[in-house]
C-alpha cells in the first residue's frame, strides 16, 4: 500500500512492503493511512535556522534542542500518537498507528522546539489527515518481541526495512505492512542496566493478507511450548534468517487470525449535543433568608462532651483521693504480732543499710565479745578486728569455724564442791 504524503514523505520499499516516513517542516500536511505505522522525524537541523547562531562567526552549533508536541488546543496527544527523544543531542520521532475512528477527522499537532542554550522557542504545526486504508484490516498479524533494539533504532527506515524483509522472505506474503510498534517500556518492561550495551526491547506488529507460515506456526508446537514453559528458547527453523541483525523472542511471539476472533460489542452511551436541558426560568433564592439557631449545635458538639469528661474527672478524683484507707486505719485492722513482726524487719533493714555505707561503725551485736553468765568473764570476739568482713555473715555458729574459742568454765568453789556431791 502506498500512501500519498508530502515533499518529504519517505516510503521503504521491499516488494509490496510499504510504511509511512516523513521529515520535519513547518506547518506541514501529512496523508497516513489507518492500521499503518506512521512516522514522523523531526529534525534537529532544520530547527537550528529558527535560532540565532553562536556569537562568533564559523562556530559549529550544536545546542542541546529538545521538543514538545501536543494536540492543538489540548495538553497532551492523541492516544495512538506517541513520541520519543533520546537526548537533546538527537532528533524526535513521532510515531504511531492510526484507526479507523480517525479516518476524515484532520489533527493538528504543535511541535515546539526549544533551544536549551538561549532558551528561545519555534513552533510548527503539523495537521495529519487520516484517509482509509484499501483493505483495512489486514487479516492475519504477528507481533515480535526483538530484544535488541530500542524503540527509536527500530523506526529508522534501513533498519525497519531489513526487518519487514526477513518476515517477508519467512511468510511470503503478497501485502505486508507494518502496523505498530512499542517500546518493552511501555508493556511494563523493566529500564535495562546500563551496561554491556542492553537494549530495551521493542514490539514490532505486521500484518499480512495470507494465512501464517509453517515456520511461524512451529512455536505452537508442544515440544516448543514445554521448551518456553522451562525458560529455554524454542527450536525455530527460520531463526537464522532474523538472528544476524535481529534477536527475537519466540516464546513472545503472538499470531493473531482477526477472522477467528469473536468481535465484542460494547454498548455505550449516545453522546449528547453538550447544551444542558431546558429547564425553565431560573429563580434565585429568596432574599429574607431565616437566621440559624447555632446553640443547639454548640450543646452538642461542646457542652455535652465537656459536661460528660468533668463527671468523669470528678468520680476518678473521689475514687483516687477519698476512698484511701489510711496508715492509722490499716494498723488498727492489723494484728499487734504482724506490726511487731514488720516493726522488727524495719530495724534490721535500717541497720543494714547504715552498715554497708559506713564500714567503720560499731559492730553488731552478734560480733560483740561473748561473755560467760556465770562467772562474768569476757571471751575476746570471733574474728581480730582486722579481719574482712566484707563477706562475712552476720549470723554465724561457733562450732563450725575453725578458730573456734572455748569459753572457760568457772571451777566450783569448796562450798559448791560440797553442795554438788549432797
Not at 534537529?44 to 542541546?64: I, L, M, Q, T, V
Not at 500518537?81 to 484532520?106: F, M, N, W
Amino acid at each position: 500500500m502506498i500512501c500519498t504524503m508530502s515533499a518529504a514523505a519517505v516510503a521503504v520499499w521491499l516488494g509490496t512492503v510499504v510504511t509511512i516516513l516523513s521529515r520535519s517542516h513547518a506547518d506541514r500536511n501529512v496523508y497516513p493511512s489507518a492500521g499503518v505505522l506512521f512516522v514522523h522525524v523531526l529534525e534537529r537541523e532544520y530547527f537550528k535556522g529558527e535560532f540565532p547562531p553562536y556569537p562568533k562567526a564559523g562556530d559549529p552549533s550544536n545546542d542541546p534542542i529538545t521538543f514538545n508536541t501536543n494536540l492543538k488546543g489540548y495538553p497532551d496527544r492523541p492516544g495512538w500518537l506517541r513520541y520519543i527523544q533520546r537526548t537533546p543531542h538527537s532528533d524526535g520521532v513521532l510515531y504511531g498507528s492510526p484507526t479507523a475512528e480517525h479516518i476524515g477527522k484532520p489533527t493538528v499537532i504543535e511541535i515546539t522546539a526549544y533551544n536549551r542554550r538561549t532558551f528561545e522557542t519555534a513552533r510548527h504545526n503539523l495537521v495529519i489527515n487520516i484517509k482509509a486504508a484499501e483493505e483495512f484490516p489486514l487479516p492475519y498479524q504477528a507481533e515480535f518481541y526483538i530484544k535488541n533494539m530500542n524503540v527509536e533504532e527500530m523506526l529508522a527506515s534501513e533498519v525497519l526495512g531489513d526487518f519487514l524483509g526477513a518476515v517477508k522472505n519467512v511468510w511470503q506474503p503478497e501485502r505486508l505492512n507494518a502496523i505498530n510498534i512499542t517500546s518493552a517500556l511501555d508493556r511494563g518492561g523493566r529500564v535495562p542496566l546500563p551496561i554491556n550495551n542492553l537494549k530495551e526491547g521493542v514490539y514490532v506488529m505486521v500484518g499480512a493478507d495470507v494465512p501464517f507460515s509453517s515456520c511461524l506456526r512451529e512455536v505452537e508446537s508442544p515440544h516448543n511450548q514445554l521448551r518456553c514453559s522451562q525458560e529455554m528458547e524454542p527450536v525455530i527453523s527460520c531463526d537464522k534468517k532474523f538472528r544476524a541483525q535481529f534477536h527475537i523472542d519466540w516464546c513472545k511471539i503472538s499470531l493473531v487470525d482477526i477472522n477467528k476472533v469473536v468481535p465484542v460489542y460494547v454498548t455505550r452511551p449516545e453522546p449528547g449535543t453538550g447544551i444542558l436541558p431546558e429547564f425553565g426560568e431560573y429563580k434565585p433564592p429568596s432574599e429574607s433568608l431565616k437566621s440559624r439557631d447555632y446553640f443547639s449545635d454548640f450543646l452538642v458538639t461542646l457542652a455535652v462532651p465537656s459536661a460528660v469528661a468533668l463527671v468523669l474527672f470528678f468520680i476518678l478524683g473521689y475514687t483516687m483521693c477519698c476512698r484511701r484507707e489510711g496508715v492509722e486505719k490499716r494498723n488498727m485492722q492489723t494484728p499487734d504480732i504482724q506490726l511487731v513482726h514488720h516493726s522488727s524487719i524495719q530495724k534490721s533493714t535500717k541497720e543494714l543499710r547504715s552498715m554497708s555505707k559506713n564500714r567503720e561503725i560499731s559492730w553488731p551485736l552478734s560480733t560483740l565479745p561473748v561473755f560467760n553468765p556465770v562467772s562474768g568473764e569476757v571471751v575476746p570476739p570471733i574474728h581480730p578486728d582486722n579481719y574482712e568482713t566484707t563477706s562475712m555473715p552476720l549470723m554465724q555458729t561457733q562450732a563450725n569455724l575453725q578458730n573456734q574459742i572455748t569459753i572457760p568454765q568457772q571451777r566450783p568453789s569448796g562450798e559448791d564442791l560440797k553442795t554438788a556431791v549432797l
